[in-house]
């Protein structure tokens, strides 16, 4: 299958654990963002659990994602679809050549900025 390495890609970037979900749909009830989604948070997670690769990057749920972590406040299993979406989104990104954390960009930085924001940018545009 040509996607399961993009698919294992995809994976490497999520550390909640996605397995775990029961589609019980409490991510997708309390989701502010939900009205205007075409895939609800609980189907994206459907979609990791289930490999649907090509469902996941058509989706345009992760760009309607407010990021506000909700979904995982609300889980009963500690799974965190904003995660999957952040995912989703950087894998996108990155499709199109964008979104690499260079050298370069490191020697731009100004010197004031907080180590915090360095040290996520890292882990961010790194993976």
Known sequence: MANSHAMEELKALISTPFNRCIQCGRCSANCPAGSEMDNLPNRMVWFMINDH???LLKAEAPWKCL???T?????????????????VRLTTIR?????????????????????????????????
């Open 71 to 87: 979904c995982a406040a609300r889980c009963p299993r500690g799974v965190s679809p904003a995660e999957i979406m952040e995912a």
């Open 95 to 127: 499709q199109q050549g964008m979104n690499k954390l260079t050298p370069e960009m490191l020697a731009n930085f100004d010197p004031d900025l907080p180590q915090q924001a360095i040290v996520a940018a890292f882990r961010k545009f790194a993976k």
């Open 67 to 69: 990021s506000c972590f």
């Open 53 to 55: 690769y090509e469902c």
